[in-house]
Every structure is written in structure tokens, then in C-alpha cells.
């Protein structure tokens, strides 16, 4: 009687729920898990975008520490040197010079061999919670609370449990520190053309909270909110925006949003600012334009040179990056293929001395307007249609 007991519970533990309220149970703890990292860990300690309340951020440390075993302080700071030395030998984890198969294979044991740095731990670690929980427990026994979730899987599904605790114990490893770290910084689409190689995965920012929207999130770090486009959807901004609501959050920064005055006709100091604050989004369109004339043009080139289509690919995507990022043997294809085409090279001139309005911080802002306002001048007065549309837009940022 007692061993028919003790089989049963091994077999169907104290809940004896069936396979699929298994499978449930284990998509909805490891998305907890997934929205501790992006709202609490990520969000809330690495950038300061938004503070929580003593409820959900006691919730989350704890959570964390059952589901995990990662130490506030620690992530906290191995994500900050990522941003601050992003796809440098110093980065903790990019594939641009670790390679993406050691970031997707390996990318908890980057994480880590990092956070036995104590360098990076006290420049990068300030601001993380330092209470008594966090130092006898959290920090002091952080395997323990891996441990004890195991016990809680035993106790209610049996064996099978064991399962359950191992999808948990990789859902992390795979999920933020494979795939974000990895594929986010290889492969993907990207809205802005930001300072390192971080991309979009995908639109719809769900399995992994939101994080999937990583180019967004490099472009406006400090942003609470990751997704930018409108068809764009970041879970993790919509958990936020509920416990704003609660009173349980509050909301610091969000990326800015251009507001526009379509009756402007000429530029002027608030225009400059305004450029200024939302350069992300003005070299955005236009990259957009680029697009737009090289479509009209790239028929003229193909008669007139002998470039293949392979070329001609390339070259369009070369287009479309920061002129300062291109090195020597890109910038040689593209000024080739820019002899073949007054309309584009006239682009790409423009854009170089478009963005020197915000990397001039030696002018004057008398300066730099009267060079916006000649910047427009032109720009309308050159005949490529994209170009003067484009010039019209910029003339009416507020």
C-alpha cells in the first residue's frame, strides 16, 4: 500500500495534472522568468528606465533567484560593459568577435566567466540592491533557490518534474543569452542604423518579452519601451504600462517621438533640435529615400557599366549604411558604382553632410541652422525627387 503510494506520487506528484496542463504550467513559469529578466533585471536595474515598486521588484529578486540563480548586481553590470564596449574584444559576449556559434553555444558560460570579473563588477555594478536579502541570501546562496525549484517541480509532477526544472534551468541560457546575445547582434532587420551591429529578430517581441526587439533597444538604450513601428509589439512594454496603471511602476525615459508642423516652411532653431534629438529616426527616412532613388536609378546603371547583379546587391545595402562605417574595400564598390549615377552620389554626399549637424558640437547653433536651412536648399533645388520630398519632411520636425 505504501509503495503504491509512493510510485503514484512519483509518477503523477501532488497535483497529478496531465500532459498538457504540464506543458502549460511550464510556458507560463518560464515566461515569468522571461519577464523578470526584460522588466527587472533589464529594464529596471541595467538602465534605469522605469522604477517598481517594492511589490513586483521583491517578486521578480525572488523568482529570479528560484528560477535562475543570476545575482542582480552581476547582470546588472556584464550588461552594462556590453553596451559600453558593444563588439570590442572587451564586449562579454558578441558574436562580431567571439563568433556567433560560441554566443548561441556557449553564451551562459560567457556570462559566466564574466561575472567572476570583479573588475566589471565594481565600475559597472552601482545601484543594485544591497539589502539584507540580497547579501545573506540572494547574492550569498544564489544556487540555492535553483535547488529548492527543483523540489517544487518533484513535489508536484514527480518525476517528470525533473523535466519541467530542466526546461527551466535553459529556458534563460538559451533564450536571452543564445539568442539575444547571438542572433540579436547576427541576423535580422534593423530600423536604425545605430553604432554596433545589434538587430531586430523578429516584429513581435513575445517568446523572449520583447527583447527580441534588440535593434531598437541599442539605438534607444535607456528606453522602457522597445518596440518603435507600428507594427511592431513588445510584451514586456505592455506588463509595464498594467503595473503603471497598478501604481506599481513608473515610467523614466522612453525613446523620443517626433512631432511635426506641417504648415513650416522654412527651418529654424526648433527644427535643428529637433533633427538633433531624433537623428535615429531623420537618417531612418532616409535611408528610405536612398531606397526610393536607387529603385529609379539602379535600371541606368545596369546599361550603362558592366557591374554585375551581384555587385549591384551589395552595393544597394552599402547604400544604406553610415558612410563612416564602410571600410576601404566597400567604399572603393560604392564609388564605382556611384560614377554610374549623379542622383545617388548627390544622396550620398548629402547624407554625410547631414549628419554633420549633430557631430559638430564646435558650432554654433546659428551655425548649424544656417547649414540646415542652405542643407534644404539644395536638397529641394536638385531634381531627385525622393531627395526634395524627403527635405520637405525635414523642414517640418517641431
Not at 506543458?23 to 513559469?29: G, N, P
Not at 540592491?129 to 523540489?151: C, Q
Not at 549591384?312 to 564598390?333: F, V
Request: charged share 20%; with cysteine; aromatic share 10%.
Amino acid at each position: 500500500m505504501i509503495l503504491n503510494a509512493v510510485l503514484d506520487f512519483l509518477s503523477n506528484g501532488l497535483t497529478r495534472a496531465s500532459g498538457w496542463e504540464i506543458v502549460i504550467f511550464t510556458l507560463v513559469v518560464t515566461h515569468i522568468t522571461i519577464a523578470g529578466v526584460t522588466i527587472y533585471l533589464h529594464r529596471c536595474q541595467a538602465h534605469r528606465a522605469l522604477d517598481l515598486h517594492a511589490i513586483p521588484s521583491h517578486f521578480f529578486r525572488f523568482w529570479l533567484w528560484l528560477t535562475t540563480g543570476m545575482v542582480t548586481r552581476e547582470w546588472a553590470a556584464i550588461h552594462r560593459k556590453h553596451h559600453a564596449k558593444c563588439e570590442t574584444e572587451e564586449d562579454p559576449h558578441s558574436p562580431v568577435t567571439r563568433g556567433i556559434k560560441k554566443v548561441l553555444l556557449e553564451g551562459a558560460e560567457l556570462y559566466r566567466a564574466e561575472s567572476k570579473n570583479q573588475q566589471t563588477i565594481e565600475k559597472y555594478g552601482h545601484g543594485a540592491p544591497d539589502d539584507w536579502l540580497e547579501r545573506n541570501l540572494y547574492t550569498k546562496h544564489s544556487a540555492m533557490g535553483i535547488v529548492i525549484m527543483l523540489f517544487i517541480d518533484l513535489a508536484l509532477f514527480g518525476v517528470i518534474g525533473l523535466s519541467v526544472w530542466a526546461v527551466q534551468m535553459l529556458w534563460i541560457p538559451i533564450t536571452a543569452a543564445g539568442i539575444i546575445n547571438g542572433i540579436g547582434h547576427y541576423w535580422g532587420y534593423r530600423n536604425y542604423d545605430c553604432n554596433d551591429a545589434a538587430t531586430n529578430i523578429i516584429p513581435f517581441g513575445i517568446l523572449i518579452g520583447g527583447e527580441e526587439l534588440h535593434n531598437n533597444h541599442h539605438t534607444f538604450g535607456t528606453s522602457a519601451k522597445l518596440s518603435s513601428k507600428w507594427y511592431e509589439f513588445d510584451i514586456g512594454w505592455m506588463y509595464i504600462r498594467i503595473l503603471e496603471m497598478m501604481g506599481l511602476a513608473t515610467v523614466k525615459k522612453i525613446a523620443p517621438a517626433p512631432k511635426f508642423d506641417s504648415g513650416k516652411r522654412i527651418a529654424d532653431l526648433a527644427t535643428l533640435h529637433s533633427i538633433v534629438s531624433n537623428r535615429y529616426d531623420v537618417m531612418a527616412k532616409y535611408t528610405k529615400s536612398i531606397k526610393h532613388t536607387w529603385r529609379e536609378e539602379v535600371g541606368h546603371i545596369r546599361t550603362k557599366s558592366q557591374l554585375g547583379a551581384h555587385t549591384l546587391r551589395s552595393s544597394r545595402k552599402l547604400m544604406q549604411k553610415e558612410p563612416a562605417k564602410l571600410a576601404a574595400p566597400q567604399r572603393q564598390q560604392l564609388s564605382e558604382v556611384l560614377a554610374h549615377s549623379k542622383a545617388l552620389q548627390t544622396m550620398h554626399d548629402m547624407r554625410v553632410e547631414l549628419s554633420v549637424l549633430w557631430e559638430r558640437s564646435h558650432s554654433t547653433s546659428d551655425q548649424l541652422l544656417n547649414q540646415l536651412q542652405d542643407w534644404c536648399r539644395r536638397a529641394e533645388s536638385s531634381g531627385i525627387r525622393s531627395l526634395q520630398e524627403f527635405s520637405f519632411r525635414l523642414r517640418s520636425y517641431a
